[in-house]
């Protein structure tokens, strides 16, 4: 026969899971108060783009662009003019121009591009460029220099243009970062030490945010304690603590712990 604690012990056990779901439904009813927070917040550093850097593409526009570059700028170290330069290469004086007055990143990013979408180029991308121009960047040579360096292989002409639509206000707008229920009741659910420092650090905003979500975490955490140590004789003592002003769901959860504690026999006064 199992003893009184053990027997608590074992309904805290089968119970687990409905405590969890009850600091989901916490989180789910304050997501207005993580809102609000993250909009109060400073703008963040814009996030990190965890993209594999593609290899060169060794295609006869790209190396073709590279060796007419090449010989713009080496017949210009030479002091030849525009016009000698465009007869000599047989290319328009225009063509000469540009090779002269743009950087070579962004030709190959136009070489690149050819024959590709813009739009599907720049779209893993706009998050951050959104990111970067709520926080004051808005020049687009600059941020087309930024995201190339992360991985972009489309052309300055499709940033120009989101950039466009940022100041024109057209653009869809910088979506906040805020965990969903699932997920912070997952960081609160578990042992922290199986928690990276990332998520210690986000579950603390979370809690800095939101009181109800902080209490659910005191009780979640104290509750798992008590099963973890094996101290069901102190579960009475959380049941009230938690019944005084604990968020809704988990004075639900609550009320049903004590109801089928009581109906199994486990005295809890």
């Known amino acids: 026969m199992l003893g009184t604690e053990q027997k608590i012990i074992h309904e805290i056990a089968v119970r687990a899971q409905n405590l969890s779901a009850a600091v989901e439904k916490t989180c ?5 108060c993580l809102r609000k927070h993250a909009e109060q917040e400073a703008p963040p550093e814009p996030p990190a783009i965890d993209l594999p850097v593609p290899q060169e593409p060794r295609t006869p526009i790209v190396e073709r662009t590279r060796d007419r570059h090449a010989d713009v700028h080496r017949l210009l170290e030479q002091k030849w003019t525009i016009s000698a330069i465009a007869r000599h290469l047989r290319l328009d004086r225009k063509t000469v121009r540009r090779f002269k007055t ?22 893993p991308f706009k998050p951050y460029l959104n990111s970067r121009f709520t926080a004051g960047c808005t020049s687009a040579q600059r941020l087309f220099r930024e995201i190339t360096e992360r991985g972009y292989r489309g052309n300055v002409l499709a940033v120009r243009h989101h950039v466009a639509s940022l100041r024109a206000g057209t653009a869809e707008p910088v979506r906040i970062d805020i965990p969903s229920p699932r997920r912070i009741t997952s960081w609160i659910m578990r042992p922290t030490g199986t928690l990276v420092e990332r998520e210690q650090d ?3 905003d979370v809690r800095i945010a939101c009181p109800d979500i902080a209490r659910a975490y005191d009780l979640a955490r104290c509750f798992h304690d008590l099963m973890t140590n094996r101290l069901g004789s102190l579960l009475p003592d959380w049941i009230d603590q938690a019944e005084q002003d604990a968020p809704a769901p988990i004075r639900s959860f609550v ?3 004590r109801h089928d504690l009581a109906a199994a026999d486990l005295t809890l006064e």
Not at 102 to 123: H, K, M, V, Y
């Open 28 to 32: 789910h009813q304050h997501r207005a």
């Open 202 to 204: 986000r579950l603390l």
């Open 102 to 123: 743009t950087p070579l990143d962004e030709l190959l990013a136009s070489a690149r591009e050819f024959g590709s979408s813009r739009q599907g180029l720049i779209d």
């Open 255 to 257: 009320g049903f712990l």
